[in-house]
């Protein structure tokens, strides 16, 4: 199973974030939240940053505004994640290309309607 973190998640339910989570819990992914706060999120145990996680990822989906990702790229960039999506609003070009540059694999997408359309792996 792979495992997929989530980069600004949240407990509120009107936040893409929680959607994301829920939707990838459903399609059997293992969800690991990163949140601010550390709070566990739907049940499962959050980290603050990317680089507290332990073991594998191989997806950070990213529902961040830019102005609070600047903080977690070194994390992205020293990581072994493969594939980083950054959702709608998330988009940073500067950092986009920094990502890309330490040769992770980069998309901006919803993950939300790639999980929906079975694009999720796809892409």
Known sequence: MKRVAILGASNKKTRYSRTAQEL????????VPVSRSGD???GVKSY???SEIPGKIDTLTVYLSPKHLD????????????RVIFNPGTE??????????SG???LEACSIVLLKTGQFEKS
Not at 24 to 31: I, R, S
Not at 72 to 81: F, N, Q
Not at 92 to 101: D, G
């Open 24 to 31: 990838l819990a459903e399609k059997g992914y293992e969800v």
């Open 40 to 42: 566990d999120i739907l």
């Open 48 to 50: 603050q940053r990317v």
């Open 71 to 82: 903080e977690h790229v070194d994390d992205i960039v020293r990581s072994d994640i493969r």
């Open 92 to 101: 940073n070009e500067p950092l986009r290309k920094k990502i890309e540059e």
């Open 104 to 106: 992770k694999f980069v």
